[in-house]
T-cell receptor
Framework: DVKVTQSSRYLVKRTGEKVFLECVQD?????MFWYRQDPGLGLRLIYF???????EKGDIPEGYSVSREKKERFSLILESASTNQTSMYLC??????????FGPGTRLTVT | RKEVEQDPGPFNVPEGATVAFNCTYS??????FFWYRQDCRKEPKLLMS???SGNEDGRFTAQLNRASQYISLLIRDSKLSDSATYLC?????????????FGKGTKLSVKP
């Protein structure tokens, strides 16, 4: 069974803090993604990566950066958290069957 | 950015009912299509792919109409456990996974 894990289910951070969200997949997938999901806005793509050390901006990259040093790990970084980054963050990896496998999500609250 | 549109619902139906969701997409070059299911406070999971010829998986039937650019999902004999949000997903193709476009979802609530 494909497994995508995220480092935290719930996280509370203060405005201005640097935040790291970690995602690990165990299926040797090349493509990995970070989304945020907000009520009424659906899933929005922040960044994706199709190979180690490669990254591409999604629809809403502002305020975020990513790191892909190893194939199985894709990290999302909030350099200076703001309250409008309070959201559910979902990591996904992609296999050859065109199915995206999602992690359980991290609910981040920035106060 | 190309769009995928869904009726947000909620669709409130009794157990045993048949319910249908539609989804429209704007990019005629889209290549593959999916329905995902998302339970409350959980991650989305693939429900089924949608093929040009239509496909069925138990009580679920998916149809694709390329000419009209819409996808449908039919659920027969609804169960309480079908209550969830159903996401329409379109792959615009080109091999890059940045081309997966998610609809905002249709909420289904099945009542006893």
């Amino acid at each position: 069974d494909v497994k995508v894990t995220q480092s935290s289910r719930y996280l509370v951070k203060r405005t201005g803090e640097k935040v790291f969200l970690e995602c690990v997949q165990d299926m040797d997938h090349e493509n990995m993604f970070w989304y945020r999901q907000d009520p009424g806005l659906g899933l929005r793509l922040i960044y994706f990566s199709y190979d180690v050390k490669m990254k591409e901006k999604g629809d809403i990259p502002e305020g975020y950066s990513v790191s892909r040093e190893k194939k199985e790990r894709f990290s999302l970084i909030l350099e200076s958290a703001s309250t409008n980054q309070t959201s559910m963050y979902l990591c996904a990896s992609f296999g050859s069957s065109y199915e995206q496998y999602f992690g359980p999500g991290t609910r981040l609250t920035v106060t | 950015r190309k769009e995928v549109e869904q009726d947000p619902g909620p669709f409130n139906v009794p157990e045993g009912a048949t319910v249908a969701f539609n989804c429209t997409y704007s990019n005629s070059a889209s290549q593959s299509f999916f329905w995902y299911r998302q339970d409350c406070r959980k991650e989305p999971k693939l429900l089924m792919s949608v093929y040009s010829s239509g496909n069925e998986d138990g009580r679920f039937t998916a149809q694709l109409n390329r000419a009209s650019q819409y996808i449908s999902l039919l659920i027969r004999d609804s169960k309480l456990s079908d209550s969830a949000t159903y996401l329409c997903v379109v792959n615009e193709g080109g091999g890059s996974q940045g081309n997966l476009i998610f609809g905002k979802g249709t909420k289904l609530s099945v009542k006893p």
